[in-house]
């Protein structure tokens, strides 16, 4: 039966408790403890059966039990304290005060993501990438950037993952109810529902905007499941990574186009457009038309614009990880922005070519990413040389290590992820603000201040919560997979509470090689059911019980089979080998999962192929609480103390061969159980407390908790990137955009003569032999084929020889300008040394030169090198 009205029925609350309402719609309650202690408190099974989700517990409380916490002056009080700690936050943001104080320019930055892990309730996110961008914006809001987040609402969001009774991945796609969400919907001055429209091909498409309050930031996504859009339509905000090519490339759009329009109704007016990865990327061909729409300017003149104020985070280290679209199905859903532009098919098709001149080659969404940003960047260092490489052919001839692409290494949000006790044991000892204090101030220092049997018997604590979660969660699925009794009775001894916990949680891509700890498994199952016991320290091998036990989970994406063999290999290998009560894998991976297992481990395990792992962020939250790192090294791993605060599996070789390289790497990797791991962690002392393990557990705190986490992080991203592309954008943008316009004349100049320049003649002082730090004079004849000394800057370049004749880590010097010849060539000059022996190399180049460049590369130019 179809309704004539609806109603938007919200919770009455008594007078006294109506504070709860505010406090629930802002996620500011996701990471303060006081706040969650309270929800909690009103009715703790609901709290839980809610998912953690207040306005949903607000809306199905009984009206009796909160008349009846209405009375209570405790927790009145506690309400009080609440609102308070809420009150103080919002006004005390004073980060971005102090480090832009002298900006006289309203800025604002806007963080575009296709998902965004923020709470448990809000399940609109599959794995890090998700995670990362919720910890981005709650980061924000703890540093009072002025930054919008931009996404889509999912009305079905990722799967919920449940096994058969053969342990096959099955999903179901639970309906999120924004109503019972802490979600605002977005309305107009007249009251009704603010809506946006993009052109699709024969249709408009309208999306409707809902806002998630996180902290001081404001997050607004995108919902199409409305009225008068078609079913089709409907469905482009229904699933996360869901449907085929079509679908991808709707939502791509939605994200993008309406991100950008979405942002013009709602008034703002943005500074700088960070894209996380390259969902996003249209953003960039609306932006463009925008302008050329509004003041008037050219493709070429819009661009300069766009691209100036535009950053670009790319999360993949390998090329077949990005969303790639045949250019047929580009040209259906955008070719109106080339005949807006005025480009033909194959100059709109070459914004998203890896090679231009490859016509078949497919749109890159990395590519277009790229193309229109200033500032680009990998999320780790390794990762960073990485994508150095895999994007080195979009800049012809210029050596991997000067690829314009740095890095920022991924962090994680402190107060989110940390345990409760564990946070309140660090402010005891630490003070409050230890989660936000950078690695270099003293506070640190004060981690060897934590008493051993404090920091000891808290873990046991967080271990033994870990305990009991896992044997409720698993009872409730196997109940709902209608599982026998015995096998439900048995879920409640799964685990001990004082054996050596190793966790495993990410992703079931095949890279991750969940399944490496398996590869040998007559050695695992000694490891596993305590048959080594021999190598605890003082020989207990009367004990014959586990000394370690695994706690493991995550999810494969649907499509992906091989990922669901891992997770079937994985409890096949539980049950026949009788390991139930020290394996176990938890179903329906998610946030509250992650922080249940990031406090309550003590080990984190990563087994990535080096070095397909970009960053990884678990690992960094687990070490927040203490825990030891096992890991490859790869990501954030691979920069971070890893002696001092776990152990590496290997030394970061590169392998030929997969099957070679995971025998090589699973014998390490049971090495290190059997001869550190298992003997740090059973060397008690008379009181029972491991002292080596702990000491390593304050090094895992003092070195990587000030470092990994987005304090650090969101940081990095505004001085280095936020600041400079907002500077760049009212620096194109000012007196009409006139710098726009000198600029893209300047690259039109420059382009139509920059293949004429020919360096004539190099003359060098000394022969092929001389002695470190001696002076060599060089000096170079360049025709400049009529641009002009302040158009490009002449450089020597100089470094070792590799065995294949390449100059690596070459160092670049800048040649001196000395005026004309007779014949009116330019000379350049310049004096230069060599500071080690050896075999070096020496040779010139010619690159664009302009005070509105962002980089000398920009242009994206073949850079000119003399001939050997």
């Given amino acids: 039966m179809q309704p004539i009205r609806t109603f938007n029925v919200s919770p009455s609350l008594p007078e006294r408790l109506e504070p709860l309402r505010t406090l629930a719609y802002n996620l500011h309650w996701d990471w303060n403890v006081e706040t969650k202690d309270l929800f909690r408190r009103l009715d703790r099974d609901l709290w839980e059966s809610s998912r953690h989700n ?59 993501s296709a998902e965004f892990g923020l ?118 905000t229904d699933k996360l990574y869901g449907g085929d090519l079509d679908m991808r490339i709707h939502q791509e759009m939605m994200l993008g186009i309406g991100g950008v329009r979405m942002l013009k109704a709602l008034g703002y007016e943005p500074t700088a457009y960070h894209m996380n990865e390259g969902h996003s990327a249209f953003l960039a061909l609306e932006r463009i038309s925008i302008l050329i729409r509004e003041q008037g300017l050219t ?57 231009t001149g490859d016509l078949e080659s497919p749109f890159s969404m990395a590519t277009l990413a790229i193309e229109m940003a200033s500032f680009i960047n990998g999320v780790a260092k390794l990762h960073g040389e990485v994508s150095k490489v895999l994007f080195n052919n979009l800049w012809p001839k210029l050596p991997p290590s000067e690829v314009p692409i740095t890095s920022i290494t991924n962090g994680v949000h402190a107060r989110s992820c940390v345990a409760k006790y564990t946070q309140e044991l660090y402010d005891r000892y630490l003070g409050p603000k230890w989660s936000t204090t950078p690695a270099h101030y003293p506070l640190w220092e004060r981690v060897d201040a934590i008493p051993d049997d404090e920091l000891w018997r808290n873990q046991d604590l967080c271990r033994a919560e870990l305990v009991v979660f896992v044997r409720e969660r698993l009872q409730k699925y196997l109940r709902a997979r209608g599982a026998s009794f015995t096998e439900i009775d048995a879920s409640r001894e799964v685990l001990d509470p004082g054996v050596l916990t190793i966790g495993f949680a990410r992703r079931f891509a095949t890279y991750k090689r969940a399944t490496l700890f398996l590869r040998d498994l007559d050695r695992i199952k000694r490891i596993l ?54 394996v176990v894998f938890i179903p329906d991976y998610d946030i509250n999962v992650a922080r249940m297992m990031v406090s309550g481990c003590d080990v984190w395990l990563n087994t990535p192929r080096r070095p397909r792992e970009a960053s990884g962020t678990s690992g960094m939250k687990a070490s927040m609480n203490g825990l030891l790192n096992l890991s490859i090294l790869d990501g954030w791993w691979d920069e971070a103390d890893y002696v001092r605060t776990g152990w590496p599996i290997g030394h970061g070789e590169f392998y030929d061969d997969p099957n070679y390289q995971d025998e090589v790497e699973a014998n390490a990797l049971y090495d290190l159980l059997e001869k550190e791991v298992i003997p ?151 004096n230069i040394a060599y500071s080690s022996s050896g075999l070096q190399g020496l040779s010139l180049r010619v690159l664009p030169k302009h005070p509105y460049l962002s980089s000398p590369f920009q242009p994206g130019l073949q850079v000119l090198w003399a001939n050997a």
């Avoid at 304290?81 to 104080?101: S, V």
């Avoid at 024969?202 to 996180?214: D, E, L, S």
């Fill in 529 to 582: 059911l305590g048959l080594n016991n021999d190598l605890i320290p003082g020989g207990k091998t009367a004990l014959r019980k586990p000394m370690v036990q695994f706690v493991i989970a995550g999810k494969a994406h649907p499509h992906d089979i091989p990922g669901k063999e891992m997770i079937r290999h994985i409890t096949h290998f539980i049950r026949e080998q009788g390991c139930e009560k020290n």
């Fill in 680 to 830: 740090l962690f059973y060397n008690r002392d008379e009181e029972g407390i491991p002292r080596k393990w702990v000491s390593k557990m304050k090094d895992a705190i003092r070195l990587n908790c000030p470092l990994f986490n987005t304090a650090r992080m969101v940081s990095e991203y505004a001085t280095r990137a936020y600041f400079p592309a907002s500077d760049r954008y009212y620096a194109m943008s000012a007196n009409g955009c006139q710098p726009a316009k000198e600029l893209a004349a300047w690259k039109t100049h420059l382009f139509e003569r920059w293949y004429d320049i020919k360096i004539l003649d190099i003359d060098i002082s000394e022969s092929d032999d001389v002695k470190v730090n001696q002076s060599i004079n060089v000096k170079a004849l360049v025709d400049l084929a009529g641009l002009t000394d302040s158009d490009v800057e002449v450089q020597l370049y100089k470094g070792p020889m590799d065995a294949d004749g390449n100059i690596i880590n070459g160092v670049s010097v800048v040649m001196d300008y000395q005026g004309t010849d007779a014949n009116q060539q330019s000379i350049y000059t310049a």
């Fill in 119 to 236: 709470t448990e309730c809000l399940p609109i996110y599959s794995g890090g990438l998700g995670l990362l961008a919720g910890d981005h914006l709650k980061s924000a809001s703890d540093r009072g950037l002025p930054l919008v987040g931009v996404g889509l609402l999912y009305q079905e969001g990722y799967f919920s993952q449940y096994l058969n009774a053969d342990g096959w991945q099955q999903e179901r796609y639970p309906i999120n109810d924004f109503y019972n969400m802490p979600l605002h919907l977005e309305r107009d001055a007249e009251g009704n529902e603010l809506r946006i429209e993009v052109d699709y091909p024969g249709r408009k498409v309208y999306a409707r905007v809902w806002r998630v309050q996180v902290g001081t930031v404001p997050l607004y996504m995108l919902d199409t499941n409305i009225e008068p859009n078609n079913p089709y339509d409907h469905d482009i």
């Fill in 299 to 355: 493709f070429k003149e819009a661009k300069e614009v766009v691209a100036a104020s535009n950053v670009f985070t790319t999360h993949t280290p390998v090329a077949a990880g990005f969303d790639l679209f045949p250019h047929d199905k580009v040209m259906h859903y955008l070719g109106h922005y080339a005949d807006e532009f005025g480009l033909g098919r194959e100059q709109f098709l070459a914004l998203g070519r890896d090679n």
């Fill in 54 to 112: 207040p306005v949903l517990m607000l809306g199905t409380i009984s009206q009796e039990r909160l008349e009846e916490m209405a009375e209570d002056e405790g927790f009145i009080a506690q309400i009080d304290r609440a609102a308070r700690q809420l009150d103080d936050y919002l006004k005390e943001r004073t980060w971005y005060r102090k480090h832009r104080e002298k900006e006289k320019h309203q800025e604002c930055f806007v963080y575009f």
